[in-house]
Nanobody, 127 residues
Framework: QVKLVESGGGLVQAEGDLRLSCSASEGTIGNDHVAWFRQAPGKEREFVSGVSRTGVAVWYADFVKGRSAISRDNVKNTVYLQINSLKSEDTAVYYC????????????????????WGQGTQVTVSS
């Protein structure tokens, strides 16, 4: 299984911007649907954003809609998540997840849809 590696997390001031990267080592995610989830302390993991294998379909949770953009570069084997106007409530560990399922449909925001997960990258927003 391809190993997913997240990067780009760190400490950011409120209203700042951040770009997270999800890269594949020893393989490719060019044929995968890829999503970002996050888990804040004491809370369940939740869907943030996702992109289809072709990049044509993108999905966003309401709490990032309008201030986030997901994209993929299949040449670089990387999926990016840009989040702008960060808020303290965006503080969480952000996880990249992927699946080679041919179709995800309305399940794009379900953890169970994805079978390959990265280790996560911490994002801390200071107010």
């Amino acid at each position: 299984q391809v190993k997913l590696v997240e990067s780009g997390g760190g400490l950011v001031q409120a209203e700042g911007d951040l770009r997270l990267s999800c890269s594949a080592s020893e393989g490719t995610i060019g044929n995968d649907h890829v999503a970002w989830f996050r888990q804040a302390p004491g809370k369940e993991r939740e869907f943030v954003s996702g992109v289809s294998r072709t990049g044509v379909a993108v999905w966003y949770a309401d709490f990032v809609k309008g201030r986030s953009a997901i994209s993929r570069d299949n040449v670089k084997n990387t999926v990016y998540l840009q989040i702008n106007s960060l808020k303290s409530e965006d503080t969480a560990v952000y996880y990249c997840a992927a699946t080679q399922k041919s179709y995800v449909g309305s399940t794009y925001d379900k953890e169970s849809t994805y079978d390959n997960w990265g280790q996560g990258t911490q994002v801390t927003v200071s107010s």
